[in-house]
């Protein structure tokens, strides 16, 4: 049997507003576990009212990875449990994201899905993921995001990750 090697750990320098843009553009092109991957490296050092944003929008990703691999309950879940962590958001806006926008394209998707099953979905039926980087700054400092300082710019950030 071949022995695992522990992960290493790697400090890396992001910004918070490169890893949405990255996200959004990994989504976008249906490059969902990747899109995730990105916020995943944001939610896990917030610590702030948007954490539940994010990991809303991380279960979304999540849930078309899920549905790209056959995958219906897991796909079932995450779509219903990240719109449900958008819930608080919707009208405000979060992340410089139209939280509502995503939500109810989520929603669609749940049921879509529900009705229909795994085969009858396409991954074209999705959310659209769109950063509005005007809107990030206010929303930034609005919730005092991880990340960014009291004008809204964006702060280069060291995280550790298994490399």
């Known amino acids: 049997m071949r022995q695992r090697r522990p992960k290493q750990l790697v400090v890396k320098t992001i910004t918070v507003r490169e890893n949405l843009q990255r996200s959004c553009e990994d989504f976008n092109a249906g490059r969902f576990f990747e899109a995730h991957e990105h916020l995943e490296e944001i939610w896990q050092n917030e610590r702030g009212p948007v954490r539940d ?8 990703a999540a849930a078309f990875v899920h549905l790209t691999r056959g995958n219906y309950p897991g796909a079932e879940r995450l779509l219903r449990t990240g719109t449900g962590y958008l819930e608080p958001f919707r009208a405000a806006g979060a992340l410089g994201f139209n939280i509502e926008a995503i939500a109810s394209a989520a929603e669609e998707a749940h049921v879509r899905l ?3 099953g795994v085969r ?3 991954t074209r039926q999705r959310p659209n993921y769109e950063v509005d980087l005007a809107a990030l700054r206010r929303q ?3 919730d005092g995001a991880w990340g960014f300082d009291e004008s809204g710019d ?7 990750v298994a490399g």
């Open 114 to 116: 529900v009705a229909g």
């Open 140 to 142: 930034a400092v609005r």
């Open 154 to 160: 964006a702060l280069e950030m060291e995280i550790t």
């Open 53 to 60: 944003a994010y990991k809303g929008l991380i279960q979304i």
């Open 120 to 122: 009858a979905f396409t």
